[in-house]
Structure formats: structure tokens, C-alpha cells
């Protein structure tokens, strides 16, 4: 057996000692990449704007002496299966649309549609059940919750499409990876108010940040083709639009939690966050495509610390 065969069915920016390759069966191995589970970072920057919104209204919940500990985190469970579901099926229908883009730049042409590995029927099948995973989800949540989530499908929809129109498209992208913004509060309110409208601007902002350093990446080869992107626009100015924009998440996310009462470790969190931020401007090297990889994740982390300090000022509400 020739040493280079056990790649031939991995994706090339995929970590290969995941779990999809350690656990799951070879014939598997296409739908996963397909839903990206060997690249977890996706589900989890969807998933850190619901957090932040549940936990924002938790802090005001019990600042009322009305927040049911209980469901706060059930719904932290369900916004975790619905993120990985719904990242999954968003990915597998963002393939579909771009089968013949992403066959002409060479990050992508590995994914499992380009490739061969997957039928477009087949990808479209796992589509639905992931949808309906999704779905299920979903419908465990309020009815005012249920309506605004149906609602997020028309900007799902419209993303994949966006890069042959705008130069923005991350701030499509923004539009529907931030709905949770809105989803955690409205989950355990039953309504919308400006906290949680303030905590999606801010995740909106913060995802054309971290989705501009991502798509430096692929400025090349994208240039090739015609796809546009920030990355493209903002071009060496690059790190001056970062500056605003996670500046203006900080200030926004900031304003979110004093709206909403939280104490002083949500603060705190922020202010951990913003150092991050700034560390990521420092370093970035739009020219090195490994860093642009490894800063985009350290996003991830960005996330849990914000998170976290929303969850420390609960008990000082």
C-alpha cells in the first residue's frame, strides 16, 4: 500500500488525528467533511453568540429572582446540538452552491463534492437529516423563538451567493452566524429586547473580523476566479478594519451587558477578550495562510472567555 494512499480521502486543511478519522468508518468520512465535524471550529463560532445571549439573559433573569437554572442550561444543550446540526447542513448546502468554485482553488478542491468522494444526491439527502436534526431542536424552544429561527433561513439561504455580488460577503456571513445572538434571549424571555439586538450587531461585527483573517487564506487563488471578499477589499489595510471592527464588538457586547445589568465579571471577560483582539492585530501576516488558519481559530477562545464571564456574573445579579 502506497504511503500517501491514506490521505487520498482526507480534506488538505483538515487536522488528520481528528476523530472523524480515528472513529468513524471510511465511508463516512465524506459526509463528515461535508458538515466540516473534522474542523469543529465552525459550530463553535455559531455557537458562541447564543451563549452569550442566553447567558445575558440568564444575568437578567436572576437579577428578577425568575431564572430557572435548569432550563438556562438545557438550553445551552440544545443551542450545542443546533449548532453543530445547522453548521453542518449549512456547509453541505454552501458546497453544493459552490461544487464548481471551490474545484478551482486548490484549499478546497479536496472536499468531498469536488472531489468525487460524495454524489450531489447524496449530499443533498444528508442535507435534510441534518436539517431536521435542526429542526427537532427547534421546535423545543418557545413558539416566539420558533418563528425567529425559521426566520434565519432566508439569510442562510442568501450567504453562499453573496461572494459573486458584494464584496462583503462576510457580512452576510455575519447576518446568519450571529442569529443566536437574538435565539438565546428570545429562548428564555419569549421576546427580543436591545440587549440581545446589541449582542448580535457586536457577533456580526466580530464575525467579518475573524472571517477576514480566514478568507486571506484564499485572497490568491479567489482573485483567480472572481470570488470577492473582504479580505480582497480591505487588502493591506487589513489590520485598520480589524481594529474597528473588534473594536466596535467590544463596545457593542459592552453596552449589551450594561443594558442587561451584568456585573463586573462579564467585564472582566470582555476586557480578556479585547486583549486577545488586540494580540490578533499585532501578529496577523495576511501573507502566511497558516497563521490567518491558526488566528481565525484562536477565535474560538475569544468566545469561551466572554462566555464565561457572563456565566461568573450570574450569581452577581
Given at each position: 500500500?502506497?504511503t500517501t494512499?491514506?490521505n487520498?480521502?482526507?480534506?488538505?486543511?483538515a487536522?488528520?488525528?481528528?476523530?472523524?478519522?480515528?472513529i468513524?468508518?471510511?465511508?463516512?468520512?465524506p459526509h463528515a467533511q461535508?458538515a466540516?465535524?473534522d474542523?469543529?471550529i465552525?459550530?463553535?463560532?455559531?455557537?458562541?453568540?447564543?451563549f452569550?445571549s442566553?447567558a445575558l439573559a440568564a444575568?437578567?433573569?436572576?437579577?428578577?429572582?425568575?431564572l430557572?437554572l435548569?432550563?438556562?442550561?438545557?438550553?445551552?444543550?440544545?443551542?450545542?446540538v443546533g449548532s453543530?446540526?445547522?453548521?453542518?447542513?449549512?456547509?453541505?448546502?454552501?458546497d453544493?452552491?459552490?461544487?464548481?468554485i471551490d474545484?478551482?482553488v486548490?484549499r478546497t478542491?479536496s472536499r468531498?463534492?469536488?472531489?468525487g468522494?460524495?454524489?450531489?444526491?447524496?449530499?443533498k439527502?444528508?442535507?435534510?437529516?441534518?436539517s431536521l436534526v435542526?429542526l427537532?431542536?427547534l421546535?423545543?424552544?418557545n413558539?416566539f423563538?420558533?418563528?425567529?429561527g425559521?426566520?434565519s433561513l432566508?439569510?442562510?439561504?442568501?450567504?453562499?451567493?453573496?461572494k459573486?455580488?458584494t464584496?462583503?460577503?462576510q457580512?452576510?456571513?455575519?447576518l446568519a452566524?450571529s442569529?443566536?445572538?437574538?435565539?438565546?434571549?428570545a429562548g428564555?424571555?419569549?421576546?427580543?429586547s436591545?440587549?440581545a439586538i446589541?449582542?448580535y450587531?457586536?457577533a456580526?461585527a466580530w464575525?467579518?473580523?475573524?472571517?477576514?483573517?480566514?478568507?486571506h487564506?484564499?485572497?490568491?487563488?479567489?482573485?483567480?476566479?472572481?470570488?470577492r471578499?473582504?479580505a480582497r477589499?480591505f487588502d493591506?489595510?487589513?489590520?485598520i478594519w480589524?481594529?474597528?471592527?473588534y473594536g466596535l464588538?467590544?463596545v457593542?457586547?459592552?453596552?449589551a451587558?450594561?443594558?442587561a445589568?451584568a456585573?463586573?465579571?462579564?467585564i472582566?471577560?470582555?476586557?480578556?477578550a479585547?486583549g486577545?483582539?488586540?494580540?490578533?492585530?499585532?501578529v496577523?501576516?495576511?501573507?502566511d495562510?497558516?497563521?490567518?488558519?491558526?488566528?481565525f481559530?484562536?477565535n474560538?477562545?475569544v468566545?469561551a472567555?466572554?462566555?464565561l464571564?457572563?456565566?461568573?456574573a450570574i450569581?452577581?445579579?
Amino acid at each position: 500500500m502506497s504511503t500517501t494512499e491514506p490521505n487520498i480521502d482526507r480534506v488538505i486543511d483538515a487536522p488528520s488525528d481528528n476523530f472523524v478519522y480515528r472513529i468513524l468508518p471510511r465511508w463516512l468520512w465524506p459526509h463528515a467533511q461535508l458538515a466540516r465535524w473534522d474542523r469543529p471550529i465552525g459550530w463553535q463560532l455559531l455557537m458562541w453568540p447564543c451563549f452569550w445571549s442566553s447567558a445575558l439573559a440568564a444575568n437578567a433573569l436572576a437579577a428578577e429572582g425568575r431564572l430557572n437554572l435548569a432550563l438556562f442550561a438545557f438550553h445551552l444543550f440544545l443551542f450545542f446540538v443546533g449548532s453543530v446540526a445547522m453548521r453542518g447542513a449549512g456547509c453541505t448546502y454552501n458546497d453544493l452552491v459552490d461544487h464548481d468554485i471551490d474545484n478551482l482553488v486548490a484549499r478546497t478542491r479536496s472536499r468531498p463534492l469536488p472531489s468525487g468522494r460524495i454524489s450531489r444526491r447524496n449530499a443533498k439527502i444528508f442535507m435534510v437529516v441534518q436539517s431536521l436534526v435542526g429542526l427537532a431542536v427547534l421546535l423545543c424552544f418557545n413558539s416566539f423563538s420558533i418563528l425567529l429561527g425559521i426566520l434565519s433561513l432566508a439569510v442562510v439561504a442568501i450567504y453562499p451567493f453573496a461572494k459573486r455580488f458584494t464584496d462583503w460577503p462576510q457580512f452576510f456571513l455575519g447576518l446568519a452566524f450571529s442569529w443566536g445572538g437574538l435565539m438565546g434571549w428570545a429562548g428564555l424571555h419569549g421576546n427580543l429586547s436591545l440587549a440581545a439586538i446589541l449582542v448580535y450587531v457586536g457577533a456580526v461585527a466580530w464575525t467579518i473580523g475573524y472571517d477576514t483573517i480566514y478568507a486571506h487564506q484564499d485572497r490568491e487563488d479567489d482573485a483567480l476566479v472572481g470570488v470577492r471578499s473582504t479580505a480582497r477589499l480591505f487588502d493591506r489595510d487589513t489590520k485598520i478594519w480589524l481594529t474597528g471592527l473588534y473594536g466596535l464588538t467590544l463596545v457593542l457586547l459592552l453596552s449589551a451587558c450594561l443594558v442587561a445589568g451584568a456585573a463586573f465579571p462579564a467585564i472582566i471577560g470582555l476586557l480578556v477578550a479585547g486583549g486577545l483582539f488586540a494580540w490578533q492585530i499585532k501578529v496577523l501576516d495576511i501573507d502566511d495562510g497558516a497563521q490567518c488558519l491558526a488566528l481565525f481559530k484562536s477565535n474560538n477562545r475569544v468566545g469561551a472567555i466572554i462566555f464565561l464571564g457572563l456565566v461568573a456574573a450570574i450569581p452577581f445579579a
